[in-house]
């Protein structure tokens, strides 16, 4: 089955998700937090190459491929979308927001409680470790 979109799983060195807010003009999920990422173009030799070129379309980030790791398959009657992790740290600071309406960092304890996209709320009931769980034992004011 071939891939047709990747997602793009960023966390900074506490191990927090960092998920875009959509704008209300987003095709796909206006006004949802979602992942980073999109469709693959015929230019992609590869999902991971496809990552990487999301990564610097939607972040000002520089990756390769081999920083990307496939942690997530979610399949669908049109094909398969990827959940890629980033694995490197990314800290507030490091990129430049370049799509959607803005950006935040948040432990797994908050984002359940957030309007998601169908690829995080997926995701986040089947794989919920992929998620940074928080090490205070109430949303830590750290943000």
């Known amino acids: 089955m071939a891939v047709l979109n990747v997602s793009i799983l960023v966390r900074d060195s506490k ?37 990487a070129r999301e990564f610097r379309e939607e972040l000002e980030l520089d990756a390769s491929p081999d920083d990307f790791s496939l942690v997530g398959v979610r399949t669908s009657t049109k094909g398969e979308s990827w959940l890629l992790l980033f694995r490197h740290a990314v800290e507030w600071g490091d990129f430049r927001v370049r799509e959607g309406a803005g950006a935040a960092y948040f432990w797994r304890s908050e984002i359940v409680r957030l309007t998601l996209s169908k690829p995080v709320a997926a995701h986040l009931r089947t794989a919920p470790e992929l998620f940074g769980e928080s090490p205070c034992p109430t949303p830590c004011s750290d943000r």
Not at 16 to 44: E, I, M, N, V
């Open 15 to 51: 191990r927090r998700t960092l998920l875009q807010f959509r704008d209300a003009f987003a095709p796909a999920f206006p006004l949802h937090w979602s992942f980073w990422g999109g469709r693959l173009s015929a230019l992609d030799a590869s999902p991971a190459h496809g990552g």
